[in-house]
């Protein structure tokens, strides 16, 4: 090699090797290496012969693609055998590449280790790993396996690996199930309820209150089952975890510890970064149970203060909506998460997402009302107005049902319900349960203090139960926009 | 002398070092107190049947630090305070990201050190915006290492919460010089590096405890084998594998003696940065020298393979080899002991075995009931990974007495010696031929069998490992100023034992103290307690029996 003078048109590479060293000029952009034959220099006699040159080899010596020390990122994991697996390279008495450079066969072996490589010593572990030892160092003409992987890493231009595919987000026909059972299941209790209320008119005796807590607790314990079971809607609680640490219990070292002679004592087709039967949180949590009560509350206060069929189709009404926020919902943790796959930085990530949250806002005003509008014109069908039938049809007669106070309550819950439900599926659960216990509790308290003298407030006087539900809801909604705005804006809510 | 072995384990499983390794070390120093400071997986992961309760008798106590997982409830930093947090943590991140700022590692982490143990607050505060924003700066800012590829948001998120989970250590309760504190230690013993040095890497920083790190299989090694074939992308793997090789560097420069297993650890040690001078090789033991050898050879010629089924571990390689020695020897049998840790390989083996027509001279015995078993059950044992990391397979195998054949990876040339016969991996031909030549002489079998078991005795015994750290920490602690910083002892506390080494009281300073430390010590030596220099012995004299008796 010393003998290989560059100035005379040897291979450059080789020569710049021979002078000791890295290699900076070979990076190349595209990350090929050139594949043509180098200019011939007059002292090597010809072309150095790189890459696979099939004439130029032994029968014996195995194709550069196929040899079995391939990238162990490469080895296959599962049966199927490697192709040179059949037929092991021959010894290593003779030198790997038979001209004169024989770095360039074993770059193209463990190319995409050497791509993706951060750092010389992980090209050296790899290679260990392949079963390069010193000696085999020696024969590329290095006095060990660190100098060799240097000069990899100095000979093949970083690049980034294919893009994984992306991560399958949730399915249309995934979202508009759950979002069906969890109307139906919010629709019913309300409905039975709203039935039992109707019947008995008055304050709610023992059977009233016997029908809300049954219905409270169902409506708890779909919340509680629906948010416990796995889906790829909900946040992973265990966050992400380096492999090889004990998360993984599996050691590369241990392989060779006599206790060990029976494979892997771990799970190891489980890897810890995937959702393994170990990852906590899929238990129900007690902020779980709080989110169903508090929810349940806030649907069914209305109804055992509030009196007349009207209020009761609108509560069931808000019962069915709770589905749309949960549609809701989950779409806006869809798009954040296509959002957190593609954008660059933070500032990016917030300015797309911030026209997301009124969309979702509109859309589910948009439902609740059509449902409410449908409640209210299936009462009216049902049990029409006592009194004479007004002009203008079932439009206005539905219209006239309820009042601007008792539409602005329905939409007040709605927008709570909403809030909290897009603050559970983003990891916030702990202020979407404040947030709801804080409505329905100033609702209560609105509602008992109704009667008393000296609450002289003319929307609590005039109109009751919904009154009591817009002054309850509306301040917990103020302050829980602003919120939601802040914290759905930010990226951790999307993990 | 109150040694703190810090390691890192998962709570079913053995922990790094192997099983039992620190126990058996405490159980050899009984004159030493031993504490063990274990960085364990999550809280309720499995059983804890072979972690600290098994184990707790040996050590006089155990204190456990869930690391990885869910991270611990708690409040971040007050206002005044974050921003010193910011500003700690952006100097460590730049040195992840900026290969021209690589020094400033040590600083950043011991300023977030100090801080984490003031307040507590380092888990929450590195989840939170804040220090994502300073991360993505650095990470985004001209000048930082992005060969393949710009980070984006969720490299961001994944790498904040990686590095969150690998610092958790900063944050434990065990700081301080109260009891069950490493200041309160003489010596911090680290058993494996990564996350484990974190806290003998503060304590040092901290209270001036120096630590010993012993390794058995590198920790940064491992992680760059676990990184290949994690799902992240490549900014997050370069940022982490930086993380763990500048912390690798900076344990093994602040270390003040390194013990690898093998020497084929110390290569790497030292190409991380080791200094070879502070670097003592010290074989992992292994009870299994006590056993007798195994018994008489079987009758038929036998090869016994053993190890788990997966392709590093190349048993395509002694099914190839085979073929051949059974076209020489029709008699021949080989035994391939294991369970396969790939799925499927071993049916793949099967099947190469049936191509190659060996169907009834090879047999797939699977798990033996003890390694000695597979040993007694062959005439020529034979081992052929691409690479050997860890010498105690080997060993085990050397002491049974049998003949031993390994390809020439890792620690083999090392382990085996002169004797047993070395071949090189992937070559069927060698590997036939050393086998046939075993086969064939039962003389040279027996002789190389013979050696190798004593080689194995000598070199793997209990007692050589415990006999070293017995001299490693009196060494380490007659060389060692006790208050190097000259705050924690002139506090008038109760003197401990060892507290100071006795070239302290007896002569001007310690006689190895680093250079720059003995003029700090040699002023301390006026001030303790408040008694002059000439009454310092003395002082010494009275304190010492009462500091013996609260430890006894």
């Given at each position: 090699?010393?003998?290989?003078?560059?100035?005379?048109?040897?291979?450059?590479?080789?020569?710049?090797?021979?002078?000791?060293?890295?290699?900076?000029?070979?990076?190349?952009?595209?990350?090929?290496?050139?594949?043509g034959?180098?200019?011939?220099?007059?002292?090597?006699?010809?072309?150095?012969?790189?890459?696979?040159?099939?004439g130029?080899?032994?029968?014996?010596?195995?194709?550069?693609?196929a040899?079995?020390?391939?990238?162990?990122?490469?080895?296959?994991l599962?049966?199927?055998?490697?192709?040179?697996?059949?037929?092991?390279?021959?010894?290593?008495?003779?030198?790997?590449?038979?001209?004169?450079?024989?770095?360039?066969?074993?770059?193209?072996?463990?190319?995409?280790?050497?791509?993706?490589?951060?750092?010389p010593?992980?090209?050296?572990?790899g290679?260990?790993?392949?079963?390069?030892?010193?000696?085999?160092?020696a024969?590329y003409?290095?006095?060990?396996?660190?100098?060799?992987?240097?000069?990899?890493?100095?000979?093949?231009?970083?690049?980034?690996?294919?893009?994984?595919?992306?991560?399958?987000?949730?399915?249309?026909?995934r979202?508009s199930?759950?979002?069906?059972?969890?109307?139906?299941?919010?629709?019913?209790?309300?409905?039975?309820?709203?039935?039992v209320?109707?019947?008995?008119?008055?304050?709610?005796?023992?059977?009233?209150?016997l029908?809300?807590v049954?219905?409270?607790?169902?409506?708890?314990?779909t919340?509680?089952?629906?948010?416990?079971?796995?889906?790829?809607?909900?946040?992973?609680a265990g966050g992400?975890?380096?492999?090889?640490?004990?998360?993984?219990?599996?050691?590369?070292?241990e392989?060779?510890?006599?206790?060990?002679?029976?494979?892997?004592?771990?799970?190891w087709?489980?890897?810890p970064?995937?959702?393994?039967?170990?990852?906590p949180?899929?238990?129900?949590?007690p902020?779980?149970?709080?989110?169903?009560?508090a929810?349940?509350?806030?649907?069914?206060?209305?109804?055992?203060?509030?009196?007349?069929?009207?209020?009761a189709a609108?509560?069931?009404?808000?019962?069915?909506?709770?589905?749309?926020?949960?549609?809701?919902?989950?779409?806006?943790r869809?798009?954040g998460?296509?959002?957190?796959?593609?954008?660059?930085?933070?500032?990016?990530?917030?300015?797309?997402?911030?026209?997301?949250?009124?969309?979702?806002?509109?859309?589910?005003?948009?439902?609740?009302?059509?449902?409410?509008?449908?409640?209210l014109?299936?009462?009216?069908?049902?049990?029409?107005?006592p009194?004479?039938?007004?002009a203008?049809?079932?439009?206005?007669?539905?219209?006239?049902?309820?009042?601007?106070?008792?539409?602005?309550?329905?939409?007040?819950?709605?927008?709570?319900l909403?809030?909290?439900?897009?603050?559970?599926?983003?990891?916030?659960?702990?202020?979407?349960?404040?947030?709801?216990?804080a409505?329905?509790?100033?609702?209560?308290?609105?509602?008992?203090?109704?009667?008393?003298?000296?609450?002289?407030?003319?929307?609590?006087?005039?109109?009751?139960?919904?009154?009591?539900?817009?002054?309850?809801?509306?301040?917990?909604?103020?302050?829980?926009?602003?919120?939601?705005?802040?914290?759905?804006?930010?990226?951790?809510?999307?993990? | 002398?109150?040694?703190?072995?810090?390691?890192?384990?998962?709570?079913p499983?053995?922990?790094?070092?192997?099983?039992?390794?620190?126990a058996?070390?405490?159980?050899?120093?009984?004159?030493?107190?031993?504490?063990?400071?274990?960085?364990?997986g999550?809280?309720?992961?499995?059983?804890?049947?072979?972690?600290?309760?098994?184990?707790?008798?040996?050590?006089?106590?155990?204190h456990?630090?869930?690391?990885?997982?869910?991270?611990?409830?708690?409040?971040?930093?007050a206002?005044?305070?974050?921003?010193?947090?910011?500003?700690?943590?952006?100097?460590?991140?730049?040195?992840?990201?900026?290969?021209?700022?690589?020094?400033?590692?040590?600083?950043?982490?011991?300023?977030?050190?100090?801080?984490?143990?003031?307040?507590?607050?380092?888990?929450?505060?590195?989840?939170?915006?804040?220090?994502?924003?300073?991360?993505?700066?650095?990470?985004?800012?001209?000048g930082?290492d992005?060969?393949?590829?710009?980070?984006?948001?969720r490299?961001?998120?994944?790498a904040?919460?990686?590095?969150?989970?690998?610092?958790?250590?900063?944050?434990?309760?065990?700081?301080?010089?109260?009891?069950?504190?490493?200041?309160?230690?003489?010596?911090c013993h680290?058993?494996?590096t990564?996350?484990?040095?974190?806290?003998?890497?503060?304590?040092?920083q901290?209270?001036?405890?120096?630590?010993?790190?012993?390794?058995?299989?590198?920790?940064?090694?491992?992680q760059?084998?676990?990184?290949?074939e994690?799902?992240?992308?490549?900014?997050v793997?370069?940022?982490?594998?930086t993380?763990?090789?500048l912390?690798?560097?900076e344990?093994?420069?602040?270390?003040?003696?390194?013990?690898?297993?093998?020497?084929?650890?110390?290569?790497?040690?030292?190409?991380?940065?080791?200094?070879?001078?502070?670097?003592?090789?010290?074989?992992?033991?292994?009870?299994?020298?006590?056993?007798?050898?195994?018994?008489?050879?079987?009758?038929?010629?036998?090869?016994?393979?053993?190890?788990?089924?997966?392709?590093?571990?190349?048993?395509?390689?002694?099914?190839?080899?085979?073929?051949?020695?059974?076209?020489?020897?029709?008699a021949a049998?080989?035994?391939?002991?294991?369970?396969?840790?790939?799925?499927?390989?071993?049916?793949?083996?099967?099947?190469?075995?049936?191509r190659?027509?060996?169907?009834?001279?090879?047999?797939?015995?699977?798990?033996?009931?003890?390694?000695?078993?597979?040993?007694?059950s062959?005439?020529?044992?034979?081992?052929?990974?691409?690479?050997q990391?860890?010498?105690?397979?080997?060993?085990?195998?050397?002491?049974?007495?049998?003949?031993?054949?390994?390809?020439?990876?890792?620690v083999?040339r090392?382990v085996?010696?002169?004797?047993?016969?070395?071949?090189?991996?992937?070559?069927?031909?060698?590997?036939?031929?050393?086998?046939?030549?075993?086969?064939?002489d039962?003389?040279?079998?027996?002789?190389?069998?013979?050696?190798?078991?004593?080689?194995?005795?000598?070199?793997?015994?209990?007692?050589?490992?415990?006999?070293?750290?017995?001299?490693?920490?009196?060494?380490?602690?007659?060389?060692?100023?006790a208050?190097?910083?000259g705050?924690?002892?002139?506090?008038?506390?109760?003197?401990?034992?060892?507290?100071?080494?006795?070239?302290?009281?007896?002569?001007?300073?310690?006689?190895?103290?680093?250079?720059?430390v003995?003029?700090?010590v040699?002023?301390?030596?006026?001030?303790?307690?408040?008694?002059?220099?000439?009454?310092?012995?003395?002082?010494?004299?009275?304190?010492?029996?009462?500091?013996?008796?609260?430890?006894?």
């Amino acid at each position: 090699m010393a003998g290989r003078d560059p100035a005379r048109g040897a291979t450059p590479e080789a020569a710049r090797r021979a002078r000791g060293g890295r290699v900076p000029g070979t990076r190349r952009p595209g990350g090929k290496l050139p594949d043509g034959p180098p200019s011939g220099g007059p002292l090597s006699g010809g072309p150095v012969p790189d890459g696979p040159l099939p004439g130029d080899r032994p029968a014996a010596d195995p194709p550069a693609g196929a040899a079995p020390s391939g990238p162990l990122s490469a080895r296959p994991l599962t049966a199927g055998p490697a192709a040179g697996e059949e037929t092991p390279a021959p010894g290593p008495g003779r030198p790997p590449g038979a001209g004169g450079d024989p770095v360039r066969e074993l770059m193209a072996r463990h190319r995409a280790l050497c791509e993706q490589a951060v750092d010389p010593l992980e090209i050296a572990a790899g290679l260990e790993e392949a079963g390069l030892g010193p000696g085999a160092a020696a024969r590329y003409r290095h006095t060990d396996v660190f100098s060799l992987a240097e000069e990899l890493y100095a000979r093949v231009p970083r690049r980034p690996p294919d893009p994984r595919a992306a991560e399958p987000g949730e399915s249309w026909r995934r979202r508009s199930g759950a979002a069906l059972w969890t109307a139906l299941a919010a629709a019913l209790p309300c409905a039975a309820l709203a039935a039992v209320r109707v019947a008995r008119p008055g304050p709610p005796g023992a059977l009233g209150l016997l029908a809300a807590v049954a219905a409270g607790g169902w409506l708890a314990a779909t919340a509680v089952r629906a948010l416990s079971t796995p889906g790829p809607g909900r946040p992973p609680a265990g966050g992400y975890g380096p492999p090889g640490g004990p998360q993984n219990p599996w050691r590369p070292g241990e392989a060779e510890r006599p206790e060990h002679l029976a494979g892997r004592p771990g799970p190891w087709s489980v890897s810890p970064w995937a959702a393994g039967p170990e990852r906590p949180g899929r238990r129900p949590r007690p902020v779980v149970l709080g989110y169903g009560l508090a929810a349940a509350a806030t649907l069914l206060l209305p109804l055992l203060a509030g009196s007349g069929p009207a209020q009761a189709a609108m509560v069931v009404a808000a019962g069915a909506a709770l589905g749309a926020a949960e549609w809701t919902a989950r779409w806006f943790r869809h798009v954040g998460r296509i959002h957190l796959g593609t954008a660059a930085t933070i500032t990016d990530f917030r300015s797309r997402l911030r026209p997301v949250l009124p969309v979702a806002v509109g859309l589910h005003l948009a439902v609740l009302a059509v449902l409410t509008f449908a409640a209210l014109a299936v009462l009216t069908a049902v049990a029409p107005r006592p009194g004479p039938p007004q002009a203008g049809g079932l439009l206005h007669a539905v219209a006239h049902r309820a009042d601007a106070v008792q539409w602005a309550a329905q939409g007040g819950q709605g927008l709570l319900l909403l809030l909290a439900v897009l603050l559970l599926h983003c990891g916030r659960a702990g202020a979407a349960v404040a947030a709801l216990a804080a409505g329905s509790f100033g609702t209560a308290l609105l509602v008992l203090l109704q009667g008393r003298p000296g609450l002289g407030w003319p929307l609590l006087a005039e109109h009751g139960p919904a009154g009591a539900l817009l002054l309850g809801s509306g301040p917990a909604v103020a302050v829980l926009l602003p919120y939601a705005g802040v914290v759905l804006g930010r990226p951790g809510s999307y993990r | 002398m109150r040694v703190a072995l810090l390691t890192e384990g998962a709570r079913p499983y053995a922990q790094r070092g192997g099983p039992g390794w620190s126990a058996r070390l405490a159980e050899g120093l009984r004159e030493h107190e031993f504490e063990l400071y274990l960085l364990a997986g999550p809280a309720g992961r499995g059983g804890a049947a072979d972690g600290p309760a098994g184990v707790q008798g040996r050590f006089d106590a155990v204190h456990e630090l869930p690391m990885w997982g869910v991270r611990p409830a708690g409040r971040g930093p007050a206002a005044l305070r974050r921003r010193q947090y910011l500003r700690a943590y952006e100097q460590l991140v730049r040195a992840l990201v900026m290969p021209r700022e690589r020094g400033s590692f040590g600083p950043g982490l011991y300023r977030l050190a100090e801080l984490a143990r003031a307040d507590g607050a380092l888990p929450a505060f590195l989840a939170s915006g804040r220090a994502q924003r300073v991360l993505e700066r650095a990470w985004r800012s001209p000048g930082a290492d992005t060969a393949a590829g710009q980070p984006m948001v969720r490299d961001v998120l994944v790498a904040a919460d990686l590095l969150e989970q690998c610092l958790r250590p900063l944050s434990a309760p065990w700081y301080g010089t109260g009891p069950g504190g490493l200041g309160a230690a003489d010596v911090c013993h680290v058993i494996g590096t990564g996350p484990a040095a974190l806290p003998a890497l503060a304590a040092k920083q901290l209270h001036g405890v120096p630590f010993v790190v012993t390794e058995h299989g590198l920790h940064l090694r491992e992680q760059y084998a676990g990184y290949r074939e994690a799902p992240y992308r490549w900014p997050v793997r370069a940022l982490l594998l930086t993380f763990f090789r500048l912390l690798t560097e900076e344990t093994y420069r602040q270390a003040a003696l390194l013990t690898p297993g093998s020497s084929h650890d110390q290569q790497w040690q030292r190409r991380v940065g080791a200094d070879p001078a502070r670097t003592r090789v010290v074989h992992e033991g292994t009870p299994a020298v006590a056993r007798p050898a195994a018994g008489p050879e079987p009758t038929a010629p036998t090869v016994v393979w053993a190890g788990p089924l997966e392709p590093g571990r190349d048993p395509a390689l002694m099914l190839h080899a085979f073929a051949r020695i059974h076209a020489e020897l029709p008699a021949a049998r080989l035994l391939v002991h294991g369970e396969e840790a790939v799925p499927g390989h071993l049916a793949h083996c099967e099947a190469l075995a049936g191509r190659l027509g060996l169907t009834g001279a090879v047999e797939f015995a699977g798990r033996p009931a003890s390694a000695a078993e597979a040993w007694r059950s062959g005439t020529v044992v034979v081992f052929t990974a691409l690479v050997q990391r860890a010498p105690l397979l080997l060993a085990d195998a050397m002491l049974s007495g049998r003949a031993v054949v390994s390809t020439d990876t890792g620690v083999a040339r090392e382990v085996v010696g002169p004797t047993g016969l070395l071949v090189p991996p992937r070559d069927p031909q060698a590997l036939a031929g050393a086998c046939l030549a075993l086969l064939g002489d039962e003389e040279r079998r027996s002789r190389l069998g013979l050696a190798g078991r004593l080689r194995a005795q000598e070199r793997f015994a209990v007692e050589p490992v415990v006999t070293a750290f017995r001299d490693i920490y009196l060494e380490l602690v007659s060389n060692w100023p006790a208050y190097p910083d000259g705050r924690s002892g002139t506090s008038g506390q109760r003197l401990r034992p060892f507290a100071r080494p006795a070239e302290y009281w007896m002569a001007a300073g310690p006689a190895g103290a680093p250079a720059g430390v003995g003029g700090a010590v040699a002023e301390e030596r006026r001030t303790p307690a408040g008694a002059g220099a000439d009454a310092e012995p003395e002082a010494a004299a009275e304190a010492k029996p009462e500091a013996l008796a609260e430890v006894v």
